[in-house]
């Protein structure tokens, strides 16, 4: 894969009858550093990142139920379970207190489980995270009016639409590679049904539950925003940091929503930097 292998998720977790794929990278012995990805991407947004951050941290990665290697099922896979997954996650994993970075739907898991779930955090990194209304975009809405319609398109008009919508995330073009990493788990009926059932669950209302909590956060915070992210734009993002006690929203020049394809390298410095400062081992 372009820019680094992919990740390998051969570790199940089960949730309410479903598996869940995770994987686990770095010394056994090192800080537990958690990577929760967003929507309708997986696990391999992080694998340029994900080998970086391993040598000096456990990195742990999973699939969100209803995504990538994860389980499909005809089910809840909104942001209303996905936060019990990673609580439940972490816990069965012993990580107590890790460290956490975080991007778009990930963002959002991470913030419900830290002010609902009452986990706590190290430290914690978020990257063009879904946090504060509205959200949702015109795709979004006609989706969840015609959820029915769009699963039973053809498969060459399911495929044009992915790859014309996952553009949309990155401010450069798309790499083969990086389109086949996206597309993949969409394929196919089961695919194809959770790509747009995990659309047509969206709901404002369980962002609209912590948005009120966000100076409550506990764990250092740090905001990365791409400065041209056309999914949630940058003004999200100030408001955001405004309602929280973050250090810093790190504005990200030439980077889209999808920074992981656009700008890799500043993920990993500023985590590397970040992550430095509040080390639990001091």
Same mark, same amino acid.
């Given at each position: 894969m372009a820019?680094? *292998?992919?990740?390998?998720?051969?570790?199940?977790?089960?949730?309410?009858?479903?598996? =869940?794929?995770?994987? =686990?990278?770095?010394?056994?012995?090192?800080p537990v550093l958690w990577? #929760?990805?967003?929507?309708?991407?997986?696990?391999?947004?992080?694998?340029? @990142?994900?080998p970086v951050l391993a040598r000096t941290r456990r990195v &742990?990665?999973?699939?969100?139920l209803g995504y990538g290697a994860s389980d499909k099922p005809d089910?809840?896979?909104? #942001?209303? &379970?996905?936060?019990? =997954?990673?609580?439940?996650l972490m816990a069965d994993l012993g990580a107590v207190r890790p460290d956490v970075i975080a991007h778009d739907f990930g963002g959002a898991t991470? #913030?419900?489980?830290?002010?609902?779930?009452? &986990?706590?955090?190290?430290?914690?990194? =978020?990257?063009?995270?879904?946090? &504060?209304?509205?959200?949702?975009? *015109?795709?979004v809405q006609h989706v969840r009016e015609h959820e029915a319609a769009f699963a039973t398109l053809p498969e060459y008009m399911h495929e044009a639409l992915l790859r014309a919508y996952l553009q949309t995330a990155a401010a450069? *073009? #798309?790499?083969?590679?990086?389109?086949?990493?996206? @597309?993949?788990?969409?394929r196919g009926e089961a695919g194809q049904r959770g790509f747009y059932r995990?659309?047509?669950?969206m709901d404002q209302a369980y962002t609209d539950m912590v948005? *009120?909590?966000?100076?409550?956060?506990?764990?250092p915070l740090h905001i990365l925003w791409g400065e041209a992210d056309a999914w949630i734009p940058i003004e999200h993002g100030r408001r955001f940091a405004s309602l929280t006690p973050a250090e810093t929203l790190e504005p990200v020049p030439g980077s889209g929503h999808l920074m992981q394809e656009d700008r890799p390298e500043i993920i990993t410095a500023a985590a590397e930097r970040f992550f430095a400062r509040h080390s639990p081992l001091d």
């Open positions: 820019g680094g *292998p992919a990740l390998i998720l051969d570790r199940r977790f089960r949730f309410d009858g479903h598996d =869940v794929r995770y994987g =686990v990278m770095g010394p056994e012995d090192a990577l #929760l990805h967003g929507t309708p991407f997986n696990s391999q947004v992080w694998r340029r @990142i994900a &742990v990665f999973h699939d969100l089910a809840d896979v909104s #942001l209303g &379970v996905q936060n019990a =997954v990673f609580t439940a991470a #913030l419900r489980s830290h002010l609902l779930d009452q &986990v706590d955090y190290n430290a914690l990194m =978020v990257i063009d995270p879904v946090c &504060v209304r509205p959200w949702g975009s *015109p795709f450069s *073009p #798309l790499s083969a590679d990086a389109y086949e990493a996206y @597309i993949a788990p969409w995990q659309i047509a669950q948005e *009120p909590l966000y100076g409550q956060i506990r764990a």
